[in-house]
């Protein structure tokens, strides 16, 4: 328990930090999209092999591989950048008529929902799939397939960046999540719950960039890029729970209708501030 407490506890402040650079770089959403892609592919990588290591080396060859693997990676620090975005200004207290704390909380508020909408239907996966009757070997095949989906989000909002708006290719991502929501509300066969997977992923891991990028555009000293993770993380928390009280004995309907009401009402603040802090919000960072 303490290994799992530290790695865990040294994985966070990882992933944090990384976020944290990232946001701090031109153009956040496109840099977003690349750091989730290339994250969610070394996983998904790391995540086939370690049962051949495990089996073949046992724990510890497997542990330091990984290890070793955390050493080589650290070694990219000395090439992330130690200054600012060249577009930062001097903080402002208001925001196109829109006192810059209300901004500030309406931008993480999105985010905070999105991410309970998406843990809502995510922690439930195995139990939607078993309700339609599926087996644990199909859920995972999909779930699988899924993650290969979530990339191919992840690089198409890398490579629109804000070409669309922030808004408009977070409500088309929306739209991806709420139809893979239909198809695993009423999953008939092993195909209707892999496309739902995988609707649900794509739609994911292509609004995540934008919903955090539009609160790095409005941060010009680092304060709200250093609150993405908690946000991320109380929405990951609060997902689940939200999805325990609304599921029943015999049906996870309730976790879907969690999953659409939450990512629906995230797009209400992300609107909100485009249209009173509409440059800040589609311009280019």
């Not at 990232?22 to 956040?28: D, L, M, S």
């Not at 009757?133 to 804000?162: Q, R």
Request: hydrophobic fraction near 55%.
């Amino acid at each position: 328990m303490s290994l799992q407490l530290l790695a865990s506890m040294a994985g966070g402040c990882i992933y944090g930090l990384a976020i944290y650079i990232t946001g701090r770089v031109p153009n956040p959403d496109r840099a977003f999209g690349f750091m989730y892609s290339v994250g969610l592919a070394g996983y998904s990588v790391f995540a086939a092999l370690f049962p051949v290591l495990l089996r073949t080396g046992g724990f510890l060859v497997a542990l330091n591989c990984f290890g070793a693997f955390m050493l080589i990676a650290g070694t990219t620090a000395w090439f992330l950048p130690n200054r600012d975005r060249p577009d930062a200004e001097p903080p402002s207290r208001t925001r196109g008529g829109v006192p810059e704390t209300l901004a500030s909380g309406m931008a993480l508020a999105g985010l905070v929902l999105f991410e309970l909408g998406i843990f809502a239907v995510w922690a439930y996966t195995e139990r939607i799939g078993r309700a339609s009757g599926l087996s644990l070997e199909v859920i995972g095949g999909a779930v699988a397939i899924a993650g290969i989906a979530g990339v191919a989000g992840a690089l198409t909002a890398a490579a629109l960046n804000v070409r669309f708006s922030r808004l408009s290719s977070a409500t088309f991502a929306v739209a991806m999540v709420l139809l893979g929501d239909a198809l695993l509300w009423g999953a008939a066969s092993a195909t209707a719950f892999a496309v739902g997977c995988c609707l649900f992923s794509f739609g994911w891991l292509l609004g995540l960039p934008y919903f955090m990028g539009a609160i790095v555009a409005l941060d010009k000293t680092g304060t709200l890029t250093s609150l993405l993770l908690p946000a991320q993380t109380a929405g990951a928390v609060l997902g689940p729970a939200a999805a325990a009280i609304a599921v029943g004995e015999a049906s996870t309907h309730g976790a879907l209708a969690v999953s659409f009401l939450a990512c629906v009402a995230a797009l209400g603040p992300l609107a909100i501030l485009t249209i009173h802090c509409r440059r800040p919000l589609t311009a280019v960072n």
